[in-house]
């Protein structure tokens, strides 16, 4: 009996201990970053319009720039770390940095095993044609029609979905100049593609045919178990989004206001 009620005690403080590791990791995050003053955020840096060089070899985007609204807000400094995309969520398990960025989705797989921020972007699949194009007007007007898409994306999945067929490409860049050459009815993509497009090319001959209901949500991500810093974050987040910063950052890479649904 006293060696079992060593064992339970012995347990006990095990639990005691591990429970104590585990809280004061979380208060931990948000507090090691008001004491550093710093916030430490992983990004691609090569994926525009969200993270990259810019011509002077800045580091800019739609989301590094509502990263560094957000630091301001917070009352800290940010750091960017510099990840391919590969390997940059995975990189929150070693501490790498506080939070990531990088049009990063909210989907149920994700939310198994990470917390994310309230959204600050949202957009939806859409197809995109010429202008002058009045026979597509609906999702459904893609049976029958020829798409370019890149490899097996959600978007080639959509065009698949509706019996479209999909002439395969490499990139974006490709997609569109096949659209524009009248080589293909159109392609499906985001709706933040297009934009970006329209931004870099005001005179572009595309447009938005017809726009999906399924809005995808993008926000910040970060480990579980970091209740304080995920508070603060949404927190600034919606002082933000109330104050217009979130819409001028959004005007200014795409145009259009994506910050709100």
Not at 51 to 60: I, K, M, Q
Not at 226 to 233: H, S, T
């Amino acid at each position: 009996m006293k060696k079992l009620g060593i064992r339970l005690l012995a347990l006990t403080l095990l639990a005691t201990v591990t429970t104590g590791c585990a809280s004061s990791k979380q208060e931990n995050t948000w507090d090691k970053i008001k004491e550093k003053k710093e916030i430490v955020i992983g990004t691609e840096g090569t994926f525009a319009p969200f993270s990259y060089h810019d011509d002077n070899d800045n580091l800019v985007g739609y989301d590094v720039e509502v990263s560094r609204a957000l630091a301001k807000e917070l009352g800290v400094k940010v750091k960017f770390v510099e990840v391919k995309w590969d390997s940059l969520i995975a990189g929150l398990d070693s501490d790498k940095y506080d939070l990531v960025t990088n049009q990063v989705a909210i989907t149920a797989e994700r939310k198994k095993k990470y917390d994310f921020s309230i959204p600050h972007t949202y957009s939806y699949p859409a197809i995109i044609t010429k202008k002058d194009n009045t026979e597509i007007t609906k999702m459904s007007d893609i049976k029958g029609r020829k798409f370019s898409q890149t490899g097996s994306s959600n978007f080639s999945k959509i065009v698949e979905k509706y019996k479209g067929e999909i002439v395969a490409t490499n990139d974006w860049n490709e997609n569109v100049s096949l659209v524009e050459q009248g080589r293909v009815d159109g392609t499906v993509n985001d709706t933040l593609a297009y934009y970006d497009l329209v931004n870099k090319k005001p005179g572009t001959d595309l447009k938005i045919a017809a726009q999906g209901k399924e809005v995808s949500e993008q926000a910040f991500i970060f480990n579980k178990g970091q209740d304080d810093l995920k508070k603060n974050v949404d927190k600034a987040l919606k002082s933000l989004k109330k104050s217009g910063k979130l819409a001028e950052i959004s005007n200014k890479y795409f145009k259009t206001d994506v910050s709100h649904k």
